[in-house]
Structure formats: structure tokens, C-alpha cells
């Protein structure tokens, strides 16, 4: 697979807090050139860039970065960003009910958003750096019995990012029918390359685009 054959797997994303219109606008034509899987953009941007890239699949955020957000809330802001134009929601789960061990509240709000977001595809984000290892199994399960597309390792706010060793957690814990985005400190083409082969099937980076466009 070439550097530009791996950008079919990338979520280009641009989450800053502080992105600007042009930003966002940059980062749409990026993806429109070089063919990524979709933009992951704040859900504020999400009406503004369906109007003007309306081929463009549109992926934000719900939820995040900390996840603690109520269940109503979550499911408010899905449906909105639905609405808005949004393909994909990238959730957060409330990693304070993953250390009071009520995985099946986890599992419940889970349920609740992939009812929100209809035939739309949910990935899960665990944010695996504050997880033990039986916490991320938990949530492999959940995930999974919850119905969501995908389990996803990280924010990229938290302490720590994707590993390639949670990448092999998961994908023995995980049902057949949930995929795998790794996200957090992918930054080289070795990585991206790295998480493609470990068997994600998305991968959410910043960089990516520079740096195949740069290749080739």
C-alpha cells in the first residue's frame, strides 16, 4: 500500500479548540484532493462545511473531550450533529462510570447514542490511556453489546495516545462486527502504517495528509 493509499483509512481531523474557519476550510480541501475517509471537524463547523463540500463525509465529536457530559446531553448533541450533516460521531464514554465499575451505564449510554444516530456510524472512545486492562476489556464488551461501529483508543487530549499493544487488546475482546480507530500521537506515516497493519480500520490524524502529499 502506498503513502497516499493509506489516506483512504484517515479521519483528517482538526479538533483545536482554538480552529478557525480557514482552518477548517484548508482541512476540507486536503480531504477532498487526497481522498480520506471522511474530515473530523467540531461540531460547530458541521452545517457550515455540509454546504460547502456537500460530497464530503463529515465525522465530529460528542461528548468530549472528558466524556462526563449527562447521557441526555450526548444523545442532544448526536442528534444535532446528525441533523447538521454529520456521517460519523466519534463519542466519549464517562470514564468516571468505568472506575465505579458501572460498565453496564456505559454500556446503556452506548445503546442510547447508536439509537441517535440511526443508520450513522458511532465510534466509541475509551480513552485507553486512564483505563486499566480489565477496564478496556470491560469496554470491549460494552462496546460491543451496545451496538456501536467502532471502538476507538483516545481523544488525543488525554495523558496518552493510540498503542499498538490496545490495538491487540481489543481486537481480542472486541464482537466480529466492531472495527478498530487508533487516534492520539499518530504523527508518522510509520505509525499510520503501523495501526493499517495491526488492523484498524480508521485511523484519526492530524498530520497525515502533509506528510503523504509531501512523499509523492
Same mark, same amino acid.
Given at each position: 500500500m502506498t503513502d497516499l493509499e493509506m489516506l483512504k483509512y484517515v479521519d483528517h481531523t482538526q479538533l483545536?479548540?482554538?480552529?478557525?474557519?480557514?482552518?477548517i476550510k484548508e482541512l476540507c480541501?486536503?480531504?477532498?484532493?487526497y481522498n480520506t475517509a471522511t474530515v473530523c471537524i467540531p461540531p460547530c463547523y458541521i452545517?457550515?462545511?455540509?454546504?460547502?463540500?456537500?460530497?464530503?463525509a463529515i465525522c465530529t465529536v460528542v461528548g468530549f473531550p472528558l466524556g462526563y457530559s449527562v447521557t441526555e446531553s450526548k444523545v442532544l448533541e448526536t442528534k444535532k450533529a446528525i441533523e447538521d450533516g454529520a456521517q460519523e460521531v466519534d463519542m466519549v464514554i464517562n470514564i468516571s462510570d468505568v472506575?465505579?465499575?458501572?460498565?453496564?451505564?456505559?454500556?446503556?449510554? =452506548?445503546? *442510547?447514542?447508536k439509537k441517535a444516530v440511526g443508520d450513522k456510524v458511532l465510534k466509541v472512545i475509551i480513552e485507553a490511556c486512564y483505563l486499566t486492562e480489565e477496564e478496556k476489556i470491560a469496554m470491549c464488551k460494552a462496546v460491543t453489546a451496545a451496538g456501536a461501529d467502532y471502538i476507538k483508543t483516545s481523544t488525543g487530549f488525554g495523558t496518552g495516545g493510540a498503542?499498538?499493544?490496545? =490495538? *491487540?487488546?481489543?481486537?481480542?475482546?472486541i464482537g466480529p462486527d466492531v472495527k478498530i480507530k487508533a487516534a492520539g500521537g499518530v504523527r508518522t506515516l510509520e505509525d499510520l502504517r503501523a495501526? =493499517? *497493519?495491526?488492523?484498524?480500520?480508521?485511523?484519526g490524524a492530524s498530520a497525515a495528509v502533509k506528510l503523504a502529499a509531501q512523499n509523492n
Open positions: 483545536k479548540a482554538f480552529a478557525t474557519w480557514e482552518d480541501k486536503e480531504a477532498v484532493e452545517s457550515r462545511v455540509h454546504k460547502e463540500f456537500p460530497t464530503l472506575k465505579n465499575r458501572d460498565y453496564k451505564k456505559v454500556e446503556d449510554e =452506548i445503546a *442510547e447514542l498503542t499498538l499493544e490496545d =490495538i *491487540e487488546l481489543f481486537k481480542k475482546h495501526f =493499517i *497493519e495491526a488492523g484498524c480500520d480508521r485511523v
